[in-house]
């Protein structure tokens, strides 16, 4: 059984228990598969990017806040992007086959 089905499962059972009805049971399901399951978007591998970027960084430039670290991922050349963008296409992608495994 995979971890969203496992986790889905879990969710609707909880769900019954508090009064919903059998058939909204099986669409929560299939829709919560379906949404753990589904393609990466381009805005879930940005944002984890810039993420594995700030954990990479954030030691070299104690103190700054959120916004100035967005203003300098913004300045961040193509190719140091990029980097970061195939590094956090590849974590997210190998957590997808681990959930539908």
């Known amino acids: 059984m995979s971890i969203a089905t496992d986790e889905a499962r879990k969710e609707s059972h909880s769900r019954c228990l ?46 700054l806040s959120e916004i100035e670290m967005e203003s300098i991922w913004d300045k961040l050349s193509h190719i140091r992007r990029a980097d970061y963008t195939a590094r956090a296409a590849q974590v997210l992608d190998a957590a997808r086959q681990a959930v539908t495994e």
């Open 18 to 63: 508090e009064g919903f009805v059998a058939p909204a049971q099986f669409a929560f399901q299939d829709g919560y598969v379906a949404g753990r399951t589904a393609s990466l978007v381009d805005v879930e591998i940005d944002a984890a990017a810039f993420t594995l970027w700030q954990l990479d960084n954030i030691m070299k430039m104690p103190g």
